[in-house]
């Protein structure tokens, strides 16, 4: 492999990963904001549904 085609795929790389680091952090903040969502006022049924999201949510942005 030549210098050049590995200079352009570490910097693929490095651009993935950073990617994956904000999208991880955007799933993170939508978990957390839903979980604020869940402690308000709604019924029985709607925060058992929201916590099941959340959960997964915060499962996602932990992988």
Same mark, same amino acid.
């Given at each position: 492999? +030549?210098?050049?085609?590995?200079?352009?795929?570490?910097?693929?790389?490095?651009?993935?990963?950073?990617?994956?680091? &904000?999208?991880?952090?955007? &799933?993170?903040?939508? %978990?957390?904001?839903?979980?604020?969502? &869940?402690?308000?006022?709604? +019924?029985?049924? %709607?925060? %058992?549904? %929201?916590?099941?999201?959340?959960?997964?949510?915060?499962?996602?942005?932990?992988?």
């Amino acid at each position: 492999m +030549s210098d050049n085609s590995e200079k352009m795929l570490r910097h693929e790389l490095a651009n993935t990963q950073q990617e994956n680091a &904000v999208l991880k952090g955007l &799933v993170k903040r939508a %978990a957390e904001q839903l979980d604020e969502i &869940v402690e308000q006022e709604c +019924s029985q049924e %709607a925060s %058992a549904k %929201a916590k099941k999201t959340a959960g997964r949510l915060h499962q996602a942005a932990n992988f």
